[in-house]
Nanobody, 132 residues
Framework: QVQLVESGGGSVQAGGSLRLSCAASGYTGSYTSTYTMGWFRQGPGKERKGVATIDSDGNTEYADSVKGRFTISKDNGKNTLYLQMSNLKVEDSDMYYC???????????????????????WGTGTRVTISS
């Protein structure tokens, strides 16, 4: 069974940086080169929103709020997804989830991947807290 495990969250001051990682296991072959993958965020009582996504060809999409500050990337050999977060703002604070799905473009995954019928596989999340 495929498992996605996030790491790298933590607490930093505004203006700082964090790098999230998502390791995929339980899959034979290159998971990250097969599925569209992405990072999503969710706050208490709020819907899950796309932050950044990347498809099997390496095409990327970003939420407007993170463009120019966050970079999504993947290492197919390590079956690992990354999110480099720079110039962090207080409003970036949230739980961040790694997800994977088939049949999505990066654009589709960003906008509908967080819905109930969206991405198929989800990690358990990592918390990001930004202080002023």
């Amino acid at each position: 069974q495929v498992q996605l495990v996030e790491s790298g969250g933590g607490s930093v001051q505004a203006g700082g940086s964090l790098r999230l990682s998502c390791a995929a296991s339980g899959y034979t072959g290159s998971y990250t080169s097969t599925y569209t993958m992405g990072w999503f965020r969710q706050g208490p009582g709020k819907e899950r929103k796309g932050v950044a996504t990347i498809d099997s060809d390496g095409n990327t999409e970003y939420a407007d709020s993170v463009k120019g500050r966050f970079t999504i990337s993947k290492d197919n050999g390590k079956n690992t997804l990354y999110l480099q977060m720079s110039n962090l703002k207080v409003e970036d604070s949230d739980m961040y989830y790694c997800a994977a799905g088939s049949g999505f473009t990066a654009f589709q995954a960003l906008h509908i991947g967080g819905l109930e019928s969206g991405m198929e596989y989800w990690g358990t999340g990592t918390r990001v807290t930004i202080s002023s």
